[in-house]
Every structure is written in structure tokens, then in C-alpha cells.
């Protein structure tokens, strides 16, 4: 046994440069520690009384943020000490360890450790050095916020033929992937690998040759769906759209068990049929199980399937559209130059104006014909905040009726969860001072709440609560839409509030009569006087709050789209203005996708020619 723990303490970086001498002399004070699967080793916020060595299996480790959801981190497995800096200071532990099989580990207390770097400088030299690169490791791991998935389960939702549609159309796609392979759960499969030593070993083959490893399982407890749920990263449930909704017993106890969906909620993929109608059921669906997503697939639809395989390898691009008034223009220029380019739109967000936008796209796949509907709406809107809809101001200044009757015959009676591109926007909730992300619900109505300014518009009342737009909390919702999904590989943002400097150079005293300004507007008296417009200051004083917020968020996108609008009104612009816009925006576009382009192939070069994203 000796042996055995001076070989495992000579696996660790940390006790490396010591000679057997030293490590014979060491071997006692190690406490040898067994855990069984899902055992905690220790809490965030316990006492730190030593450094841990793991001989055998795999530990995870999980953050809590104070207000915020659990977070994982990573894992650490054979030859990794975990705990060095609370041995060193004595402070308590920042995350939780738990493990993710039995494993076997070694303990060393604080005070023999403190010895031990006090006697071998050498040793201590190494503990900083494995501090600072899982420092940067762990930076990088909440910066990008992209987990790799290597084992990816799919079942079928039920006992219809899903699966077998599934694997019809979509397994020729992902086996001719270099580095990922399909493992279809059939009687074929289970008669190749009839013992676990077999099956044991084709995956650890494909585990060696760093593939992604897809099981299509069965529903039943076979030996693949064992080994699968022992390794998984991901779970999918795949259903016929156009079938009654129904989860079998045994996914739903998968789908069902955090054991198995603690990194990533599962997620939804239905197959439909029939090309004609959009979607029906997909609410009925969704009750079914929390689902982090739903992806609608039209089996004979090449886009769809391209769409789907871009989620199963995290390499999906998702398009944040913030807020920006009619300036909202330069949405469609960024959107129509992403096309142009080949980046494809996989999921769209927006906030406020993004959120009409964004869901006129999700709703249409496209602006051409169509663009004429965005110019009545954007003619409406400047009509909606004239004196002749001025109403009582109960909750609002305007009465907002032309505007959401005209959301209303855009987006006509569409539900977000029918869409077939995933879709989502952003409110703010007062009666709970939340953000709320729609992403089911009738269209026009949480576009809506997305665009209700408050004190100008009427807010929107969902089940009770009153909704108002959710650029006064988050104008670019970036991190909303790393939220939505794992499976986002590329977010590209465009921002419409940027470099807004206004020159102007305004007269008027702090106290201002009716009479006073009655007469100044009417240039009849005082016409020394220069104010700014009502409405739009409100509305910039609105957005200043969610400022900080907004420049967080465009830095941490991949692609951001910057058009200097300075120069345009945020609610009134003329038809010439709107085409300029769309210029703007596009151009600017180009040059952000550009830049970025040339980043990957930089990044590409120095990684020897790999590149984590297969966008092009």
C-alpha cells in the first residue's frame, strides 16, 4: 500500500520536486479519504483544515453566487490537489467539492503542509504556480461561459418513431463530423458490445481520440444508456411535433434526476412532418419538463437540420438586438450583412425596439416584401407621441393605441414557442423589480411589454403584473442569451446607445411656468430659450441606467456592431433617414465581422490550426 500512495503523491505537480527521502518521510501524515458517488468532500464557506490529493475517480466543483443560480466549474480527476490555498491561509473554502464517482483521495492537514513549504521552498513555488494557472483557467471558464460537451444522450420522448426519424436524418450529418461519432443503442449495437469490458472500450477509445460521442438510446436501463448517463454532458429529448405530447416514464426520471442534468438543462428537439402550418402543440410540450430550450425541425428542411447539428456541437450563433428606438433601422443593415457573409442566425433576442426587430425575424426569416410593415410601424410610432394621443395620465402620457395595434396586425397571432427560429425578449417586471426573458407567450403582446417606456407608453399587464421595457434594466441582453442555451458558440451583439454626445447647446431657467414655456414653444416670447425634446430626453434618461450594464455586455460578445447613430432621433426619423440607417448598419457590420474573422484565423495560427468554432 506504501507503494501505491507514494506513487500517486509522485503523480502531482505539487509534491514533484521532492526525493523519495522526503516523500518516505511524508507518507504517514497523507489521511486516506473514500467518497461515494455525489458525496460532498467539502462545502463553500466550511473551514479549510487541509490540501487534498486525488488518487481515483472524478470530483466536480460548484460556486453559489449570493443572489445568483449554482454555478460548475469544472472537474478534477487523478493527480490533482485541490484546497492549497485554504491549507496556506486558513480561509474558508470558495466552492463546494462533490463527487462524480467513487473516488479515493489523500488528505493532508494545513499544519503539515505550512511544514512541509516551510522545509521545501520548492514545494510551495509549485502550489503558486498551479494557483495562477487555475486562476486564468477558471477566468477564462466565466468569461466565455462555453462548456465542451463530450457525451451527448438523446432519447426519444416516447415509443412513437422519433428516434428512428431522428437518426434518419441526422446521423449521416453528424458521422461525417472528424470528431464526433453516433453510437445508436439497437439490437445490432448491444449484440457488437455484449460485455461491459467491450463497451467500456470504445469509449474510452473515443475518449482518447478527443471525439464527441452522440448515444441514441433506448428507453430501458441497456448497458450503452448506463455508461452514457455515467459520462453525460448533455441530454436531448426528441418527439414528433406533430404528435399528442407525451414523455415516456423512464425519460422523464432521466430528464427528471439533477444527477445526470446538473451542467446543462435538457433540452427539446421536435420533428415535424409537414412543412405547412407552424407549430400547435410546442406549450403543451414544454409543461411536460423544464426544458432549458426547444428546437423546432423540420425534417425536410436542409436550413433546420444545419441549425440543429450547429446546437448539438455548440457552435450555434445567437443574435442580441438592444435597445434604440427607430434607430432600430441599423438592426436590419447588421442583419442582412450577416447573411451576406454566411454567418447564420441560429437564435435572436432583443430589448425594447431589438425586440420588434428581432421578432419580426424570427416570425419572417426575412425583410424583403416585407419591409414596408416596419415603416408603417416606425410612422406610427412618431405619430403615437403627438398631442393628438394624449390621453389622462393615469399611467401614460400617450395612449399607445395606433402603436400596439399596429404590433398587433405585425405579428398577428403568433406564440414565441411556435416560432421556428428560438426567440426571446426582454421586459421588466415592476410589480416584482425582476428582468423577465419571454420566450413563450403570444408575440406581439411581450413585444409589447419589451417596448412599454414607461410614462409614454401604457405598460402591459401579464397575469396580473405590470411589464414595462426591459432596456432600462439590460439595453444589450448578452448575457441573457449565454443563458439560453450552453450550446451558443458565437453571440453577436448589435448596439444602437453608443458614443451618444449631444453638442447642442440649451437655454432655458430650473423653474418653468406653464405660461413660460407655452409661450417659448410657440417661439412667441423668450425665444432665446432651447430645449431639448420631451420625450427623448426621458427615454436617454431611461437607458442611462442600464449603461454599465450595456457596455458589460457588448464586451463580452464575440461580435459586436457599434454604428455611430448619434446623429438620429431615437422616435422620429424620415424614410430617407430609415435607409441610411439600414447603410449604416450594415456597413458597420461588415467591419465588426471582418475584424472578427481575422482574430480566428490569428487565434486559428497560433493553436496550430484548430479552431474551436466551425462558423464560417
Known amino acids: 500500500m506504501a507503494i501505491d500512495i507514494i506513487s500517486a503523491i509522485k503523480s502531482a505537480k505539487v509534491f514533484s520536486s521532492l526525493d523519495d527521502a522526503a516523500l518516505k ?18 462545502h463553500q464557506g466550511d473551514v479549510s483544515d487541509g490540501l487534498f490529493l486525488i488518487v481515483s475517480g472524478k470530483l466536480i466543483a460548484i460556486v453559489q453566487i449570493e443572489g445568483k443560480e449554482k454555478k460548475i466549474l469544472g472537474e478534477v480527476g487523478h493527480g490533482q490537489t485541490i484546497g492549497e490555498l485554504g491549507a496556506l491561509s486558513h480561509q474558508v473554502r470558495d466552492v463546494t467539492f462533490q463527487a462524480l464517482e467513487n473516488s479515493t483521495l489523500l488528505k493532508l492537514s494545513s499544519k503539515s503542509f505550512n511544514e512541509l513549504c516551510n522545509e521545501y521552498p520548492a514545494v510551495m513555488l509549485q502550489t503558486m504556480n498551479n494557483l495562477v494557472a487555475r486562476s486564468r483557467t477558471l477566468l477564462k471558464l466565466i468569461t466565455n461561459n462555453k462548456p465542451i460537451h463530450k457525451h451527448i444522450a438523446i432519447f426519444p420522448a416516447n415509443d412513437n418513431n422519433s428516434l428512428q426519424l431522428f437518426a434518419t436524418h441526422i446521423t449521416e450529418h453528424l458521422n461525417s463530423l472528424p470528431d464526433a461519432v453516433v453510437l445508436i443503442d439497437n439490437k445490432e449495437f448491444q449484440e457488437k458490445y455484449a ?32 455508461i452514457c448517463l455515467e459520462k453525460v454532458d448533455m441530454i436531448y429529448v426528441v418527439g414528433c411535433g406533430d404528435a399528442k405530447p407525451h414523455i415516456h416514464t423512464y425519460t422523464s426520471k432521466i430528464i427528471h434526476n439533477d444527477e445526470y442534468t446538473y ?10 412532418v409537414d412543412n405547412k402550418d407552424v407549430p400547435k402543440q410546442t406549450s403543451r410540450w414544454l409543461k411536460l419538463a423544464d426544458f432549458g430550450m426547444h428546437h423546432h425541425v423540420r425534417v425536410s428542411n436542409e436550413q433546420d437540420i444545419q441549425r440543429l447539428i450547429r446546437f448539438l456541437r455548440g457552435q450555434a450563433v445567437g443574435v442580441v438586438l438592444g435597445g434604440g ?10 442583419l442582412k450583412a450577416l447573411t451576406e457573409q454566411g454567418i447564420p442566425i441560429d437564435a435572436i433576442g432583443g430589448v425594447s425596439a431589438g425586440a420588434i426587430v428581432g421578432g419580426f425575424y424570427a416570425m419572417y426569416g426575412t425583410y424583403e416584401d416585407r419591409e414596408n410593415q416596419l415603416h408603417d410601424l416606425t410612422a406610427v410610432t412618431r405619430k403615437s407621441i403627438s398631442w393628438r394621443n394624449l390621453t389622462w395620465p393615469a399611467i401614460s402620457i400617450f395612449d399607445g393605441e395606433k402603436y400596439t395595434l399596429q404590433q398587433k396586425k405585425i405579428f398577428k397571432h403568433a406564440q414565441i414557442e411556435n416560432l421556428w427560429l428560438p426567440f426571446f425578449c426582454v421586459a421588466c417586471n415592476l410589480s416584482k423589480s425582476v428582468t423577465v426573458v419571454h420566450k413563450t407567450g403570444r408575440l406581439w403582446k411581450r413585444v409589447r411589454s419589451s417596448t412599454s417606456v414607461p410614462g409614454i407608453f401604457p405598460p402591459v399587464v401579464i397575469r396580473g403584473q405590470i411589464h414595462v421595457d426591459g432596456g432600462i434594466i439590460n439595453n444589450l441582453p448578452v448575457d441573457l442569451m449565454r443563458k439560453m442555451t450552453s450550446t451558443i458558440g458565437t453571440i453577436v451583439a448589435v448596439e444602437l446607445i453608443h458614443k451618444d454626445i449631444d453638442e447642442t447647446v440649451y437655454d432655458f431657467p430650473p423653474i418653468l411656468p406653464l405660461k413660460k414655456a407655452f409661450l417659448a414653444k410657440m417661439h412667441w416670447a423668450y425665444k432665446s ?22 457596455r458589460e455586455n457588448a464586451l463580452s460578445s464575440d461580435i459586436l456592431v457599434t454604428p455611430d447613430l448619434s446623429q438620429y432621433d431615437l422616435l422620429r426619423i424620415t424614410k430617407k433617414q430609415s435607409d441610411e440607417l439600414v447603410e449604416i448598419g450594415y456597413k458597420t457590420a461588415i467591419k465588426a465581422i471582418r475584424k472578427w474573422r481575422r482574430k480566428k484565423q490569428a487565434d486559428s495560427a497560433k493553436s496550430g490550426g484548430k479552431n474551436g468554432n466551425g462558423t464560417t
Open 25 to 42: 518521510k511524508l507518507i504517514n501524515k497523507f489521511e486516506k479519504i473514500h467518497l461515494l458517488k455525489n458525496q460532498i468532500l467539502f
Open 529 to 550: 430659450y432651447k430645449f431639448p425634446g420631451l420625450v427623448e430626453t426621458f427615454l436617454k434618461s431611461l437607458l442611462m441606467g442600464s449603461s454599465v450594464r450595456q
Open 325 to 334: 428606438g427607430v434607430r432600430s433601422w441599423a438592426h436590419i443593415g447588421a
Open 263 to 272: 451542467k446543462s438543462k435538457p433540452e427539446l428537439i421536435l420533428l415535424h
Open 195 to 226: 460485455t461491459d469490458a467491450k463497451l467500456h472500450q470504445l469509449i474510452d477509445g473515443y475518449e482518447a481520440q478527443n471525439k464527441v460521442v452522440y448515444y441514441l438510446l433506448a428507453l430501458d436501463d441497456t448497458p450503452l444508456s448506463k
